[in-house]
Nanobody, 124 residues
């Protein structure tokens, strides 16, 4: 089992920045691929970014160049640095963990463990 706890969400003006954190406990963190997803009101959950156990990263097109995912295996934590935030980035952001061999880790069903989410609100 892996337990995930997100933090760092809040209210920010458009153009501002936030850094989300996801602290993991349980199984060996360094063996897991980690992802960030988000869900806005009335919309489906969507992929934001992922970082593999190897530290390879991949981003959704709408955040590329603005968001950065990183991990600190010594702290069992994955981060999402969000810059140049836009009102359309408003959503609940979820951290996820999975270790399926050969998976791209860009779909929700490829992850096995989820955090409770943290609200990000960007005002215009």
């Amino acid at each position: 089992q892996v337990q995930l706890v997100e933090s760092g969400g809040g209210l920010v003006q458009a153009g501002g920045s936030l850094r989300l954190s996801c602290a993991a406990s349980g199984r060996t963190f360094s063996e897991y691929n980690m992802g960030w997803f988000r869900q806005a009101p009335g919309k489906e959950r969507e992929f934001v970014a992922r970082i593999m156990w190897s530290s390879s990263t991949y981003y959704a097109g709408f955040v590329r160049g603005r968001f950065t995912i990183s991990r600190d295996n010594a702290k069992n934590t994955v981060y999402l640095q969000m810059n140049s935030l836009k009102p359309e980035d408003t959503a609940v952001y979820y951290c996820a963990a999975g270790n399926r061999i050969g998976a791209a880790m860009t779909r929700g069903d490829e992850f096995d463990y989820w955090g409770q989410g943290t609200q990000v609100t960007v005002s215009s």
